[in-house]
């Protein structure tokens, strides 16, 4: 098992910047692919960006790409989001969600493992 802990999130203006993080606990070892979702009420969940553990090259979803930044801090099993330029589209509750995966193909994995939410609220 593998318990997903997401902080973070808040309130701030158009054009301000805010760092989620997602703390990993439990069964972390072995190949697997982290993400951020996002989701609206009403809507389906958006995969903003995610990352294989064995790789370096995050996955960005083209809403937030140049604008937000994935990293992750192994030492820690913290994985990051660092939104920048945040726009009022990109209002909604954020999850952090792992999977297990032998394939750094993080859009074609089942994710087993999510976290509770923080809240980004973006005003215009």
């Known amino acids: 098992q593998v318990q997903l802990v997401e902080s973070g999130g808040g309130s701030v203006q158009a054009g301000g910047s805010l760092r989620l993080s997602c703390a990993a606990s439990?069964?972390?070892?072995?190949?697997?692919?982290m993400a951020w979702f996002r989701q609206v009420p009403g809507k389906e969940h958006e995969r903003v960006a995610a990352?294989?553990?064995?790789?370096?090259?995050?996955y960005y979803a083209d809403s937030v790409k140049g604008r937000f930044t994935l990293s992750r801090d192994n030492a820690k099993n913290t994985l990051y989001l660092e939104m920048n330029s945040l726009k009022p589209e990109d209002t909604a509750m954020y999850y952090c969600?792992?999977?297990?995966?032998?394939?750094?193909?993080?859009?074609?994995?089942?994710?087993?493992?999510w976290g509770q939410g923080t809240q980004v609220t973006v005003s215009s």
């Open positions: 439990g069964y972390t070892y072995g190949a697997y692919c």
């Open positions: 969600a792992a999977g297990r995966s032998t394939t750094p193909r993080c859009g074609q994995v089942g994710y087993d493992y």
């Open positions: 990352i294989w553990t064995g790789s370096t090259f995050p």
